[in-house]
């Protein structure tokens, strides 16, 4: 299959919602934040555009990602197409006057504050799903769903989500404020979601977005043995499964998805991502992109159709690898709500 074969990216709608969205989202994270060193800003912008052009309809953001700066890296790329796009961005951190990080917030008072800038610099007058970052356990989910719930009714937000929010908080947000999507980390080696929230997003009727859903660049067999992770803006130099002993051994994993794919002739991105949107009909994956040839490689997935020989071939594949190291640093994980 050539990567440049498909005409267009077929629609998904998350949940019962009425979302509807490109089976395939841009994370935009990677270009500004996390993940080494920025894009420069006019191929960012020329990134972002080219997604567009591709049928990508969905782009996620979030105020702590630079901080600030990506919102206004995507808020200045989509502003022309603001009609035809869905912007998704997050509310939650604690973020002090030098930028740093400092914690959690998610009071009310704080999210609207928060609101407020984002949609200055996403340069729109709403956001279409605005996700709570990271659960706060200071603040009873009610009143965050509460809120949320009347920047829904002011216009100002569309639709509600919760990103790592366990399945107790999410059933006691979904009773205040009907939550369109959970986001999620999941992937072909991150499978924690199928403990718990693909059965309550399936009984409650929410679409899942799965961030990571490339393991932070492992699964497209592009990192080598060698890669450093040093520079001080990768945040893969604190994960545990990126030091190079875990690297090695995890390599297996790399292996078996390039045989596979080239068996299908295809990419191991490919295999990846086809897997996730094989698994649900309301799932949909948020890969990051930093380059043209990332979207050249990530979107044909969606035409990527693997069988059930393939899906048990590929879940008994990792059913007999031993995965080396947890897949986040301590202090990403100790954010997650679970």
Not at 3 to 32: D, H, W, Y
Request: contains cysteine; proline residues 6%; aromatic residues 6%.
């Amino acid at each position: 299959m050539s990567t440049t074969a498909f005409q267009t990216i077929p629609k998904r709608k998350l949940g019962n919602s009425n979302l509807e969205v490109s089976a395939i989202g841009l994370g935009c994270m990677g270009l500004s934040f996390g993940l080494g060193p920025a894009t420069d800003k006019k191929e960012a912008i020329a990134v972002i555009r080219s997604a567009i052009d591709r049928g990508v309809t969905l782009f996620d953001t979030a105020e702590a990602y630079g901080p600030f700066v990506n919102e206004e890296l995507v808020g200045e790329a989509l502003e022309p197409v603001r009609d035809q796009v869905l912007v998704c961005t997050k509310f939650g951190f604690k973020i002090d006057e030098k930028g740093h990080m400092v914690g959690l917030d998610s009071r009310p008072e704080h999210i609207r504050k928060v609101v407020d800038a984002s949609l200055k610099r996403l340069r729109t007058d709403h956001v279409d799903l605005l996700y709570q970052h990271r659960v706060d356990p200071a603040v009873p989910m009610e009143d965050v769903a509460g809120a949320v719930k009347q920047l829904i009714t002011e216009g100002k937000v569309k639709h509600f989500g919760l990103s790592e929010a366990s399945a107790q908080n999410i059933r006691r947000a979904h009773a205040v404020q009907p939550v369109t999507a959970i986001q999620d980390h999941y992937s072909l080696w991150m499978r924690e979601p199928e403990t718990t929230k693909l059965s309550l997003c399936e009984e409650l009727g929410i679409g899942l977005v799965a961030w990571g859903p490339l393991g932070q660049g492992f699964l497209t067999g592009k990192i080598t043995r060698d890669m450093k992770f040093d520079d001080p803006n990768d945040l893969r130099k604190d994960f545990p499964r990126f030091t190079p002993e875990a690297l090695e051994a995890n390599f297996k994993v790399v292996e078996f998805l390039k045989d596979l794919a080239a068996r299908k002739k295809i990419t191991p991105a490919q295999i990846a991502l086809a897997w996730l949107l094989a698994q649900k009909p309301w799932i949909v994956p948020i890969p990051g992109g930093t380059k043209m040839e990332h979207l050249d490689d990530n979107l044909p997935a969606v035409e990527v159709r693997l069988s059930a020989q393939d899906l048990r071939e590929i879940d008994q594949a990792f059913a007999t690898i031993d995965i080396k190291g947890a897949p986040l640093s301590a202090a990403l994980d100790a954010a997650i709500d679970r």
